[in-house]
């Protein structure tokens, strides 16, 4: 029998609530930037991921305030 121990690493996001607005604008400069910027290959996935996130987030809080 294996006496070693499992050990478990728990994960904690903080979060901090921000105004839809602020995520819509932050959303908007990310895109404006992006047309003027030469992104270099590396960059383009992270920035792309980032994006995917705000409008996730966008509309998250779009349906919840509908309900």
């Known amino acids: 029998m294996n006496n ?3 050990t478990v690493n728990e994960v904690t ?3 901090v609530e ?3 607005d ?3 604008n ?3 400069i ?3 930037v992006n047309d003027r910027i030469n992104w270099k290959t590396s960059e ?6 980032i ?3 705000l409008d996730e987030i966008i509309q998250k809080e779009k349906e919840k305030e509908e309900e």
């Open 4 to 6: 070693k121990m499992e």
């Open 18 to 20: 921000v105004p839809r």
């Open 51 to 53: 994006c995917k996130q």
């Open 13 to 15: 996001i903080d979060t």
């Open 30 to 32: 990310i895109e404006v």
């Open 26 to 28: 932050l959303k908007n």
């Open 44 to 49: 383009l996935l992270p920035v792309g991921l």
């Open 22 to 24: 602020l995520m819509i």
